[in-house]
């Protein structure tokens, strides 16, 4: 079991920033990468970025290419997503999750992740 813990969600206004944290406990070292998701109301959780233990291999969903940065502190064994420019469309719950299923696993995908947080929420206002 791999338990994560999601925080530093707030309102904040249009151009502003925030950085996210996801905290993990338990069987960490079975986790190959640790992603970020959104779901914004009446929306379908969607992927945003994720970074692979090998080699610290990011992936961004296109709209935040330049805008969010995913890393991570293995000696805090804690995933972050630093969120710069921050849009009115950036507003849902941010979840990060773990993905065990392996090295070859592109976990860009909700299915590939076994792991989830309970969620932060982040508000921009226009």
């Known amino acids: 079991q791999v338990q994560l813990v999601e925080s530093g969600g707030e309102l904040v206004q249009a151009g502003g920033s925030l950085r996210l944290s996801c905290a993990a406990s338990g069987r960490t070292f079975s986790t190959y990468a640790v992603g970020w998701f959104r779901q914004a109301p009446g929306k379908e959780r969607e992927f945003v970025a994720r970074?692979?233990?090998?080699?610290?291999?990011?992936y961004y969903l296109d709209s935040v290419k330049g805008r969010f940065t995913i890393s991570r502190d293995n000696a805090k064994n804690t995933v972050y997503l630093q969120m710069n420019t921050l849009k009115p469309e950036d507003t849902a719950v941010y979840y990060c999750?773990?993905?065990?299923?392996?090295?070859?696993?592109?976990?860009?995908?909700?299915?590939?992740?076994?792991?989830w947080g309970q969620g932060t929420q982040v508000t921009v206002s226009s």
């Open positions: 970074i692979k233990w090998s080699l610290d291999s990011t």
């Open positions: 999750a773990a993905g065990i299923r392996g090295y070859y696993n592109d976990y860009v995908n909700v299915a590939e992740y076994d792991y």
